[in-house]
């Protein structure tokens, strides 16, 4: 009796510990909460890095801001300090940081173009996959905010499926190159001080972004509603930005960091105080840096 007793309780042992070690492969199996913090997933005990904070080669994308548009000279483009790829010792670029100096000339590239909306980004995506990058950085959005009128702004529910084509484009080439996408800047705080220039204010009239700085002094409530339009718009763009990308285990965006960053009149250019200085392209390239190789994604 006592030995049959035995074998039961051994038997019921083996069961139970079999059925535990099943339930602990089922979770792993369907998901379950065996993620890693950075977005990785684990298998058995070791865990699947998919982010990685030293990529070898970078292709950037976007508008005139990663052109370096009015950094240097009056209406010119400016690559050699854009924050993502440049090569000036006064910027520090996002490239230069991660690959050195000398890599990143041979091994980051520039397909961003001036005056350039969500809709040029699968375009501009197609060209940039065929250097294979492991790192592509995204910032584009304010043209679209910055349009003849609040009507003529990009609806967001274009952007959003603009957004979602363009990451298309590129999974379907690349489906391991990693995503930094950069929010929208805060176009209302650019008025705000930018409009304390009096050249500023003159230059805004030949017609940069009158959505939000046209009529600089009207404080009316007409022109106060039509700004809060156009700020409204803007972090509805940042919203979908985040969506999106949350939705690709290989994208961080950056949390509203540029969106948020309380730029001065020394980050802007003086040629037309509403692109980025060579200042404010290095203060881009820091935020780029910090979240491209932060250990967790930015919430």
């Known amino acids: 009796m006592r030995k049959q007793r035995r074998r039961r309780s051994r038997a019921l042992v083996g069961i139970v ?23 990785g997933r684990t298998r058995g005990s070791r865990a699947v890095q998919v982010w990685d904070p030293s990529p070898a080669s970078i292709a950037a994308v976007g508008d005139s801001i990663t052109r370096g548009f009015d950094a240097c000279t009056v209406l010119s483009d400016c690559p050699e300090v854009s ?11 996002l490239a230069v940081r991660l690959l050195g100096r ?11 173009q001036t005056g350039a909306r969500m809709a040029d980004l699968p375009g501009q995506l197609a060209d940039a996959v065929v250097r294979r990058p492991e790192l ?45 996408v950069a929010s929208v800047p805060n176009l209302k705080r650019l008025w705000s001080e930018g409009r304390t220039n009096p050249l500023g204010k ?18 009316t409530s007409a022109a ?3 700004r809060d339009r156009v700020q409204q718009r803007v972090e509805d763009y940042n919203k979908v930005l985040a969506e999106v990308c949350a939705k690709d285990r290989r994208c961080r965006f950056d949390g509203g960091a540029v969106y948020q960053y309380r730029f001065g009149t020394e980050q802007l250019s003086h040629w037309d105080w509403f692109h980025p200085s060579t200042d404010g392209q290095s203060k881009l390239a820091a935020i780029a840096y910090r979240t491209v190789t932060a250990k967790d994604p930015v919430d």
Do not use: H
């Not at 000398?102 to 961003?112: G, L, Q």
């Open 83 to 93: 924050w993502a790829t440049g090569t000036s010792d006064q910027v520090d670029s």
């Open 17 to 39: 510990a079999a059925g535990t070690a099943l339930g602990v492969a089922g979770c792993d199996v369907v998901g379950g909460s065996s993620g890693s913090p950075d977005g």
């Open 224 to 226: 106060t509603l039509r």
């Open 136 to 180: 592509v950085t995204v910032m584009v959005g304010s043209n679209d905010a910055c349009r003849s009128s609040v009507r003529a702004m990009t609806s967001v529910a274009n952007f959003r499926s603009q957004f979602e084509e363009a990451l298309g484009t590129l999974r379907k080439a690349l489906p391991r190159t990693q995503v930094y």
């Open 102 to 112: 000398a890599r990143a000339a041979d091994r980051s590239w520039n397909y961003a």
């Open 202 to 219: 003159q230059i805004w009239k030949l017609g940069i972004c009158p959505s939000m700085l046209g009529d600089a002094d009207d404080l």
